[in-house]
């Protein structure tokens, strides 16, 4: 059984894909993938030797081998162009991180359908990132799960001109406003709050910033009542 962050990625990769699952983390999301019946064959990509070995056997105990290859590769190095890979999942890594991956690998996406991401942090920056290379967000979701709060990003080729309102929070997620959204944003406010209590008063320029971050974050809460 997978986590609820697992299942709402899995959810949105499309039927009969062939997945890379970069950072694979013991191979659970191709292997309930293929368990299934939603995909036939997937590449569990690993960086570190651990993780890798763990996927290794996780496949082999479901008897999967000739249906998941593990690969120990760092990134899309995981995959060549004969695999015929049409989606790929990266969940669980900073939005920095994610966004290099994709960089280093960015020669080998033109063949690629669609990206799930999920980031942990710096979703802003993974959002200016695909903006600049010629990529746009087709879905979001968010989740909580455990007291954390994920955001998911769906991404196909083409363009997108995002405001700075839709970088920060996600263009689907401010068209939806959910109840998790308005959660994860009220909390955020009062992280941001607590800091400024913190700053002197004189810091004027290091307050300001501040300020208009939870300024942002009540503007957008207020529209959604």
């Known amino acids: 059984m997978i986590s609820k962050r697992l ?25 309930e993938l293929v368990e299934s019946g939603k995909i036939e064959r ?6 570190v030797v651990g993780p890798y070995q763990s996927a290794v056997k996780n496949v082999e105990t ?65 959002r200016v ?5 010629g990529l ?17 990003i769906v991404v196909e080729a083409g363009t997108m001109k995002l405001s700075a309102s ?6 689907f997620l401010l068209q939806e406003i959910s109840p998790v959204f308005v959660e994860k944003w009220q909390k955020e406010a009062g992280k941001l709050e607590y800091a400024l209590d913190q700053i002197p008063e004189k810091n004027l320029a290091e307050r300001q910033i501040l300020i208009d971050k939870i300024q942002a974050i009540k503007e957008v809460l207020h529209a959604s009542k």
Do not use: C
Request: proline fraction near 3%; aromatic fraction near 6%.
């Open 42 to 47: 997937a590449i569990a990509g690993e960086v």
């Open 129 to 133: 990132w695909l903006q600049a290379h």
């Open 62 to 126: 479901h008897g999967l081998v000739d249906k998941i290859q593990v690969r120990l590769a760092n990134g899309l190095a995981a995959f060549e162009e004969t695999d015929q890979v049409s989606t790929i999942t990266i969940a669980g890594m900073g939005g920095r991180l994610i966004a290099t991956i994709l960089e280093e690998g960015l020669d080998k996406l033109s063949s690629v359908n669609r990206l799930i991401l999920q980031p942990n942090n710096r979703e802003d920056e993974l």
């Open 166 to 171: 839709e970088v920060r929070f996600g263009p």
């Open 7 to 31: 299942s709402i990625v899995a959810s949105f990769v499309p039927q009969g894909a062939v997945l890379l699952d970069v950072g694979s983390d013991h191979a659970y999301l191709p292997i």
């Open 136 to 152: 746009q967000i087709v879905a979001e979701s968010i989740l909580e799960e455990a007291g954390k709060y994920y955001e998911i």
